[in-house]
């Protein structure tokens, strides 16, 4: 039997310097810097990759999370 979805809080702390840093259940997931463009997306175990957009950013620190957990 499929398991029903639980809502999940996604927490954005503004660390300033506009650098976010994305946590769910907190559990910190990884930062982005919105200092260049494209914008530079660092995971919890230091590896970075680059998001076009905000979105896109907080979309793939969410999937990382939810592969791994």
Request: proline share 3%.
């Amino acid at each position: 039997m499929a398991r029903s979805n639980k809502p999940v809080a996604v927490e954005i702390n503004d660390l300033g310097d506009n650098l976010n840093e994305v946590m769910v259940n907190k559990v910190r997931l990884g930062t982005i810097d919105e200092t260049k463009t494209p914008l530079q997306v660092r995971y919890a175990d230091n590896r970075t990759t680059n998001a076009k957009s905000f979105d896109e950013a907080v979309s793939l620190l969410i999937a990382e999370y939810n592969l791994h957990h």
